[in-house]
């Protein structure tokens, strides 16, 4: 670990496939404001971040809403009651148990699906809504198992439609300049990354009751160990460094601390006999170091567990001209003077794509992100084209949920990373995000 972050804590706040289908809609879709029509969306766990993405939606007057889906039956009259204020109508609703949405997703009035669930369906969802030739917007991550990667892939590939991950922090404004001085080549060529997702989350795990959320189920379970998180560090510096791009991720190898906060957490506020006392969770705090093809190195941290404020930009990147941290800022060899701020670097390495939509992206949550994901994936399915954080992009990052809990279980054992693009990525070019 760096000497910055040991002295002080810092506290902060797919494959779209051309198709005739897709063509005519395409066509009939162009930017809201000029007569479009709107994309037809339902939505698959109307929960906060369902919730959110709908009023974000309707207030872009980008959509129609047809159906809504959740286990939960006030969710969805919730989401209804949006509609109907909106649009003057209200979706149909699904809410008969965990699997209707399969009903939902074959419906020929919806182009796209957002699946807003908790985290173990976000695989399988994707896979029966791009066998229903749907659009879709999976929150992070894709999927949890090598071999739900795998399924999402090839239902990609065999639909007609587009695989969109959600993933915010990519558009994070200094991340964004990051990604353009590499691009500029500021950084040179290369050679270390550091990311992390320290984030911590007692509360979020427990009822009022003590008993656990769904978040709780997970990150007690047996069958869940290691950094089950780790697209909103990976997402951005494997854009940095080109993954799945020009180059891949090729092993990692991970270690994992004991678990003690939540334990201790649960029998103090909720008494010794509590569930969450006695449950068998995650490690406080996870490590992985991984190896890409070309000899870069990544170190990728998580930890939601240990008291400590959120750090919401854990972000190291170092090249033979240039290295960028999150605490210290930037420093350009042979031009800076030391470590200088960032926002110094703003007037002239500030990205495009951002500038093109700061105003509209300057409420939105997480640093802008949750507008830059919603504009990006409604214009993919507008202009028929390929997101910028695709299927490939998607599993990739999300492989290493698998493969930490396997290298933990086998005393760090290397794990080999599966090339989801099977050889592609040496052909594979970096997203223009700067035409988007």
């Given at each position: 670990m760096k000497g910055s972050r040991r002295s002080f804590l810092r506290t902060s706040g797919s494959l779209c496939l051309t198709s005739p289908l897709l063509a005519s809609?395409?066509?009939?879709?162009?930017?809201p404001g000029n007569n479009a029509k709107k994309i037809r969306i339902g939505i698959i766990g109307v929960g906060g971040r369902g919730t959110g993405f709908l009023k974000a939606s309707l207030q872009m007057g980008a959509v129609d809403v047809p159906a809504l889906c959740d286990i939960r039956p006030e969710a969805v009259q919730q989401g209804a009651d949006l509609v109907q204020k909106s649009l003057g109508y209200k979706p149909e609703a699904y809410t008969k148990g965990p699997t209707d949405y399969k009903r939902m997703v074959v419906r020929d009035d919806i182009d796209a699906v957002f699946v807003t669930t908790p985290t173990v369906w976000h695989g399988p969802m994707a896979v029966d809504s791009l066998h229903a030739h749907k659009w879709v917007f999976s929150e992070v991550p894709a999927c949890n198992t090598l071999e739900?990667?795998?399924e999402i892939v090839k239902a990609a590939e065999q639909s007609n439609a587009g695989y969109f991950l959600a993933e915010n922090y990519c558009f994070m404004r200094d991340n964004m300049m990051v990604l353009n001085m590499v691009e500029k080549g500021i950084f040179g060529t290369l050679t270390f990354a550091e990311c992390g997702y320290i984030h911590e989350a007692r509360t979020l795990q427990f009822n009022e009751d003590g008993s656990l959320t769904w978040r709780g189920e997970l990150n007690s379970s047996k069958t869940l160990i290691g950094n089950t998180?780790?697209?909103?560090?990976?997402?951005?510096?494997?854009?940095?460094l080109g993954i799945t791009r020009g180059d891949r991720l090729t092993h990692c190898t991970s270690m994992m601390s004991r678990s003690a906060t939540f334990r201790e957490y649960a029998t103090q506020r909720f008494g010794p006999n509590s569930t969450g006392a006695k449950a068998s969770w995650n490690g406080d705090t996870c490590n992985t170091l991984i190896q890409t093809e070309s000899g870069m190195v990544i170190h990728l941290r998580f930890d939601i567990a240990s008291p400590r404020p959120h750090n919401l930009t854990f972000y190291t990147l170092q090249g033979t001209g240039a290295s960028y941290d999150d605490?210290?800022?930037?420093?350009?060899d042979g031009k800076s003077n030391g470590w200088e701020s960032i926002s110094g670097y703003y007037a002239q390495y500030d990205h495009p794509y951002w500038l093109k939509h700061s105003e509209q992206a300057k409420s939105a949550g997480h640093g802008?992100?949750?507008y830059f994901i919603l504009q990006h994936f409604y214009r993919c399915i507008?202009?028929?084209?390929?997101?910028?954080i695709d299927v490939y992009d998607a599993v990739t990052w999300s492989s290493l949920i698998p493969l930490s809990a396997k290298s933990i279980l086998e005393k760090a054992a290397p794990q080999e990373i599966p090339d989801y693009t099977r050889g592609k990525w040496k052909v594979r070019r970096r997203f223009e995000w700067s035409k988007a």
């Open positions: 809609r395409a066509e009939a879709k162009t930017a739900e990667g795998w998180y780790p697209t909103h560090s990976l997402g951005p510096v494997s854009q940095w605490e210290a800022g930037m420093y350009i802008g992100g949750d507008r202009e028929n084209s390929t997101p910028g």
